[in-house]
Nanobody, 123 residues
Framework: QVQLVESGGGSVQAGGSLRLSCAAS?????????MGWFRQAPGKEREGVAIIDRDGMTTYADSVKGRFTISRDNAENTLYLQMNSLKPEDTAMYYC????????????????WGQGTQVTVSS
């Protein structure tokens, strides 16, 4: 399995920006069809934020469209999430995930998960 390690979380004020990174182990990264960012706020279910397939096609949750940008660097085995114009409702634990199968914005389709990085946005 791909091992995933997230970084880049932190505390920012509303309107600020953060860039999350997800470092993946070299082996099998290029075999991973789909990688994505998911988030889970306290008391809520985990939800999809953005996904990207191996060809670079992306899908975003409506709540982050126009504010977040997902990208992947296959040579560096790294997944990124650039988050701009952050809102308090973006506060959550953010997880990186990988899937060798279908590329959908649903957590159940992903079998490799990182430990998460906390993002806190204050008003």
């Amino acid at each position: 399995q791909v091992q995933l390690v997230e970084s880049g979380g932190g505390s920012v004020q509303a309107g600020g920006s953060l860039r999350l990174s997800c470092a993946a182990s070299r082996y099998r990264f290029t075999y991973t069809n789909c990688m994505g960012w998911f988030r889970q706020a306290p008391g809520k279910e985990r939800e999809g934020v953005a996904i990207i397939d191996r060809d670079g096609m992306t899908t975003y949750a409506d709540s982050v469209k126009g504010r977040f940008t997902i990208s992947r660097d296959n040579a560096e085995n790294t997944l990124y999430l650039q988050m701009n114009s952050l809102k308090p409702e973006d506060t959550a634990m953010y997880y990186c995930a990988a899937s060798a199968g279908w590329c959908l914005l649903l957590p159940s389709y992903y079998n490799n998960w990182g430990q998460g990085t906390q993002v806190t946005v204050s008003s």
